[in-house]
């Protein structure tokens, strides 16, 4: 069963930048899809990144082309969000999510299979 834990999340000023992670275990991340998504107090949760198997393909929400940046290193089983020009609406709880697939990527959070419990990312003076 694979297992996603998030870590990277914290406080920063807006402007700032942060780097969060998502490792995996107990099987290989390099046959799955990638998404990064996130959830505020009192909004629905959405996608901010996405990436594919092989790193061919990566996606972003509107909200934050531009800013971010996903990456992977399937030989440490881990995906990466850089975040950078964080503004205060950036802040939300973030969550990484595998969907076993070996080409494209998907929005589409029921066609994840597995996800981290999340880590909270705070953007305040």
């Known amino acids: 069963q694979l297992q996603l834990v998030e870590s990277g999340g914290g406080l920063v000023q807006p402007g700032g930048s942060l780097r969060l992670s998502c490792a995996a275990s107990?099987?290989?991340?390099?046959?799955?899809?990638v998404g990064w998504f996130r959830q505020a107090p009192g909004k629905e949760r959405e996608g901010v990144s996405v990436?594919?198997?092989?790193?061919?393909?990566?996606n972003y929400a509107d909200s934050v082309k531009g800013r971010f940046t996903i990456s992977r290193d399937n030989a440490k089983n881990t995906v990466y969000l850089q975040m950078d020009s964080l503004k205060p609406e950036d802040t939300a709880v973030y969550y990484c999510?595998?969907?076993?697939?070996?080409?494209?990527?998907?929005?589409?959070?029921?066609?994840?299979?597995?996800w981290g419990q999340g880590t909270q990312v705070t953007v305040s003076s």
């Open positions: 107990g099987g290989t991340l390099d046959s799955h899809a």
């Open positions: 999510a595998a969907d076993l697939r070996m080409y494209g990527t998907s929005w589409a959070m029921d066609e994840y299979d597995y």
């Open positions: 990436i594919s198997s092989s790193s061919r393909i990566t």
